[in-house]
């Protein structure tokens, strides 16, 4: 019985030492101010909001072989709340968007704050060994890892807060969740060029062979070459 | 006496070639087969084969190749070892081993000359290389076998023939069968010195002279060389040549170095030793030498001899140099044009791989459902439909980026690949129409989207296309084990003619695929049934239409327990023992018929309706007595049978209970009777005497009493007892 206890104990310290207690972006949210005209909004999302339930392995399969994303055991806090498929405003690159979920952890896209200097490197997401790893570019302040995970106190405390909370309590919550974060992220182009990208590939460990493709790749440029929505190209005007 | 003579006049170093091949026919043929049979061949075919794994099939790739050489991976080992011999000591595999061309040189060396056809005096190299070049290049290509003029089955198989064995008769009395024949016997045994065949149309003496003349301009290689200076141009030696290789050009022998066998023949008629089969000694220099005079000369053998003519005009053209020029120049720019051509039949022309072969691709759309963009290329490519480029299917997709809702499917449509048999375009609107028209008919055949899986998954009743099949691969894993051992079969007797990976991954893997769905298990097939019949929830919301009335209903429980109840019956648990005699959903929903076709026992048509079933049970030789009259008693026998179901089933099934089963009339007779036995015997017990109960003697009850339970019958008692009292009265 004794030794029961002596190990909860134990891995209680574990715990808090393998979870810093702050993070760059954490230190933001307690930071960040609530703008009166964002809070009206974050309260109309709120009461707007449905829950969809996501649907999968529905009784009638696809019809062509899909390979299943493999789960991986660290959640970061935005899938708390977001599906691991997250985008879906923009019809024509959602899914090109959600590919990038494989690779990129959602902060190096929508979190850049001002006159910081962050690092990227990659980052497992697979705590057990025994699983292949899934390592994503994460950003680094301070050689310390910007993101957090749903096992974090921080995720904790907003869960608890985020149950009890009253409609207007929830929107400020959201409200400064998000205030750290940009909406959009950078287009297409902005990674995929040739000179100026947000990411330097090099330090990333990508091959030569690997940074000419991602910066010359088809996709990106074909997207760049759509002004409106409902532009459509004939694939006699591709071979032009 | 003539025969002996002509024995002892053989030359005792062609004796010795001549016993070697004979050994070796010992060693290669049947009846013995010792050299195949060492590597588990009985012939010369399959993975012995040496003769076409080089065969060039338009548009074959890296990987083609190596499963060709995988496959006859021995015979490749053998050509090679003969190329290497062939390189340091000329073609001894062919002269002194090789039993397919021995042996009709050897019939045709004991026969008299007069029935002989002289065929040394055509121009051989230019035909042996013209007939080589159709043999690898233009034969695959019109799709003639390359084994239907090979040499290395006939000979084989007409010893087998000999020896017995029924696959040489076949084989020799077949139409290639016969052609080989008529080729060994013009070719062989009644051609001047038997070698016709391999002067003109063996592919590995094409292959293997080459060698020999790339060999033969070394120094330190082996070869028949002629001593030029000794050659007095007697002509002995080109006469007794058996490849016709000796020509004499100005009276002095020359070697064609692209025909020579080294048989050594010339050798050993030569007289004055001007001819020899050696490699050039090292140091060629005389010793001894004053001002350029040789003392002893040391003879200057040559293996090839460059022809340098003086004349000039039409006449100083090489025009054996030049047919080979053209035969080659022919031979490549075949190859080069059926390669590009080849590479223009594009996987995936419309390039919708280039987004969709990225890996995560997906989005949730409003309903929620998880939409996967992504295609996995290769098992696509290896899939059912892995030559239908996408835009066959989905036709409404014309340009980019396309309307989520554009990638609408309708599986009646053709697409434009051709059925090889008919030439039509491929189609499922056979199947789809007798699908419209089955008791099925209502699930969808056509307008498949991604999203639209919701609403099958939550609405329809009726398997769609979809529901059932997906786009599989040709061979599911778990068939593989069967499938190799099919494969393996196939790659031996489909795939000596038919080469190639395509083919075998398209056609190979297609026909296979039929072969092996068409021995699908019974259990498979009922698996694919019990996907929707064996789930009860789902079954219980099944509506069936009426077709007289219109009028929609229920189902009724039997329906719901059709994949139990059938389980319950011998059908079903015969097929659960592995017992292949058990009888699948679909051996009496569809026998024989297309697997589509299943109809409503209620529909005339149908093969469980009432009038069909003595037909239906009597199919494929099952119960074939049922369709005489007086036996057709037996199709009343319920396969359905809810009577052997477990009670609790049948009360989870309790909401719509109809009691049209057998219970319903046991209850109705065997209730009454066990009330009125229970209250009878109680009754009877307050009237009757109390004592020794006798038992009943309705009918038989005697006989009963006496025999079985050994008591002496009532009126047997009754006898007794009057003679008891006769006795002591």
Redesign the interface.
Known sequence: MHMKYLIYTLLLFLSVFAVKATTLYTQQVELSPVNDKKLQQAIKQIKEHSE?????N??????????K?QPTDKKPLCNVCH?K?P??LD??K???L??H??YISCETCHFIPKNTQLKYKWLNFNSDSNKTPAKRITPFYNDEVVIIFSDHKFVEKVKQSWDKATTLEKAKLKLRLHTPLNADGPECLDCHNNKNQLLDLESLKFSRKDIKKLQQH??PR?FSR?KKEEQ????TD?LQ | MNFIQKIKNIPKEQKYRYLFIIASCLLFFAPFAFIPGAVGNDDLCGKMCMRRFFLYFPGMSQDDFNTNISIAWMGVILLASIFITTFFYGRLWCSYICPVGGFPELVSRSLNDRWKIEYRSLPQVPIRYGYFAVYILLMPTLGISACTLCNFITVPRLFESFSGGIRGFAFIFSTIGLVNLALLLLLGFFASKGRAYCQFLCPIGAMDGLINLLGAKLRFTRRIRVERDRCTGCNICARNCMTGAIKMVDKIAVVDQLSCMSCNECVNVCDWHAIDWLALPPDNQPKRKKKGIDFHPLPEWEAVHIEKPETKGLKSVNWQRVILGVILGISISFILITQVQAKQRQTDPDGCFACHALEGLEYIDNKGVLRNSTINQQHYLSSLHGSVPCKDCHRKIKDFPHKVENGEVDCSESCHLEEPSEGEAYTHKKPTEVFEKSTHGEGWSKGFTGGNRLEESEKQQNPSCRLCHSNSLYIDPEKMPEFKTAFSHTETECGSCHKGKTWLNRFGGHILRRFLSAQQSKEDENKMCDNCHADKERMKKIEIKDKETQKKHKVDKKFILASDSYAMSLHGRLLANDNEDGVSCIDCHTPGKEKHAIQNHMDTGSSTHKENLSKTCSASGCHQFTEKFINSGFTNTDMHDLDFIPVYEKIITSEVLNFNTGWKVFLVIAVPVIILLVSGSLIWSLFSKQGKSVIFSIFGGNHFQKHIIGRKPKSVIKKTKKTNKQQKG
């Not at chain 1, 969809?52 to 999968?56: A, R, S």
């Not at chain 1, 459509?232 to 694939?235: A, E, H, K, Q, S």
């Open positions: 969809v339930n996501l649907k999968d529905l009784f009638v399969s696809p019809f062509h072989k899909q390979t994303n599906q498929q985008h879906s019809k024509r959602r899914s090109f959600n590919m979920t494989r088809a996709i074909f759509f459509r190209l004939r694939m591709l």
